[in-house]
């Protein structure tokens, strides 16, 4: 029987040989991965579908995240970029912060900074509002490796203590370090993967202070009232949102309605102390604000503002763009326009 079935199958593939190689070779061309992603257009969507707060305030217009839409680039995606006009290649290397990091590292760094973002938001908007708002827990992840490092630690650690004293930020970190000399090995209890693991460093010194070759990105959950509650994709990552979503809870935390009736698109960091901060990917994303047709595009003064006014003008596109420094300049802009 076994020989029988062997034999159908080997005169199957002699005789479909040129087939199957084509059909290896076309699988190879869509699926081989390279160092590139592939940008294939900008867009948003409305705000308010991603965050979600009990008894919200309701707005007449909409505040709208801008968003690039970029996939990992194949050798198939990386050939039809040279044909089709709207698609653009971006290496990898502008992605990584040494030759190291996989894509792994980097859509880690990306989600961890949504994270951030997040959280920052949640912080500008509650305290701008005046809700209640308080620290429930906080946890110190790696999200940059210097080259110069020498340890087993991997972006996405989560740094639980070094030396058995627990670090809570990197000013404990900094202040612990800075207890040892060069080239001293330590002791690092790290989280991956939810499984505990003692991981080592060694110490390296510049201009006289201490290192061991990481930065950590402290992700906070807050308590507050009204509870908050987001809604991403996981699709969706990276800091850029920042800005709108401040805009988007503080207008639903709040009676006074910002968007006045406009339908606002919008792309910018934002800090904890309220300050604006540049992205890339800007005449995408203007352009699918103009797409979506928006009254208004919101960007970060500086380059931002500059690459947004530019692509207007080159495009004669019909949108008011505003430039700010700060979510209080961007409040304030937008209620002058009234």
Same mark, same amino acid.
């Given at each position: 029987?076994?020989n029988?079935?062997y ?7 002699r005789?479909?040989?040129?087939s ?11 699926l ?8 294939t257009g900008g867009g948003?969507?409305d705000?308010?579908n991603?965050v979600?707060i009990?008894n919200?305030?309701?707005s007449?217009?909409s505040f709208?995240?801008?968003y ?11 050939l ?5 006009p709207?698609?653009?290649?971006e290496?990898?290397e ?6 190291k990091?996989?894509?792994e590292d980097?859509e880690?760094?990306n989600?961890?900074?949504?994270n951030?973002t ?5 912080y ?7 809700k209640?708002?308080k620290i ?6 790696i999200f940059?490796l210097d080259e110069?490092s020498k340890?087993?630690?991997?972006i996405g650690?989560?740094?639980l203590?070094?030396?058995d ?5 990197i000013?404990?970190l900094k202040?612990k370090?800075?207890?040892?000399k060069e080239g001293d ?12 693991l003692?991981?080592?460093a060694?110490?390296?010194t510049?201009e006289?202070?201490n290192y ?7 992700d906070?959950?807050y308590?507050?009232?009204?509870e908050?509650k987001?809604?991403?994709?996981k ?5 850029s949102?920042?800005?709108i979503?401040t805009?988007?809870i +503080?207008n639903m935390?709040t !009676? &006074?309605?910002i968007?006045h009736g406009? $339908? %606002?698109?919008?792309t @910018?960091?934002? *800090?904890?102390e309220?300050?604006v901060g540049?992205?890339?990917g800007?005449?995408y994303?203007l352009k699918?604000?103009?797409k979506?047709k ?5 960007v970060?003064n500086?380059?931002? +503002?500059k690459?947004?006014t !530019? &692509?207007?003008?080159?495009n004669n596109? $019909? %949108?008011?763009i505003i @430039?700010v420094? *700060?979510f209080d300049e961007?409040?304030?802009k937008?209620n002058n326009i009234?």
């Amino acid at each position: 029987m076994f020989n029988k079935i062997y034999n159908v199958v080997k005169k199957s593939i002699r005789e479909n040989f040129v087939s199957i190689c084509l059909y290896i070779i076309v699988l190879f061309i869509i699926l081989y991965p390279v160092d590139y992603y592939i940008i294939t257009g900008g867009g948003s969507f409305d705000a308010k579908n991603r965050v979600e707060i009990k008894n919200a305030q309701q707005s007449k217009g909409s505040f709208n995240m801008a968003y690039v839409s970029e996939m990992k680039g194949t050798i198939f995606t990386y050939l039809l970029s040279y044909i089709v006009p709207s698609y653009e290649r971006e290496s990898i290397e502008d992605y990584q912060t040494n030759d190291k990091e996989s894509i792994e590292d980097i859509e880690f760094r990306n989600t961890l900074w949504l994270n951030e973002t997040n959280n920052s938001s949640i912080y500008v908007a509650y305290t701008k509002a005046k809700k209640e708002i308080k620290i429930k827990s906080a946890k110190n992840y790696i999200f940059y490796l210097d080259e110069k490092s020498k340890t087993n630690l991997k972006i996405g650690d989560e740094i639980l203590s070094v030396e058995d004293t627990k670090i809570d930020g990197i000013e404990t970190l900094k202040k612990k370090i800075a207890e040892y000399k060069e080239g001293d090995k330590l002791k690092i209890k790290v989280k991956r993967k939810k499984k505990e693991l003692e991981r080592y460093a060694y110490i390296y010194t510049e201009e006289n202070t201490n290192y061991i070759g990481i930065s950590l990105l402290e992700d906070v959950i807050y308590e507050t009232n009204p509870e908050v509650k987001f809604h991403f994709k996981k699709s969706e990552s990276g800091p850029s949102g920042g800005l709108i979503m401040t805009l988007q809870i +503080y207008n639903m935390l709040t !009676k &006074e309605d910002i968007t006045h009736g406009k $339908k %606002i698109v919008g792309t @910018g960091t934002i *800090t904890k102390e309220g300050e604006v901060g540049e992205i890339d990917g800007v005449k995408y994303k203007l352009k699918g604000a103009v797409k979506n047709k928006a009254d208004i595009f919101l960007v970060a003064n500086g380059r931002n +503002y500059k690459e947004a006014t !530019k &692509e207007k003008e080159k495009n004669n596109y $019909k %949108i008011k763009i505003i @430039g700010v420094d *700060t979510f209080d300049e961007a409040v304030e802009k937008l209620n002058n326009i009234k």
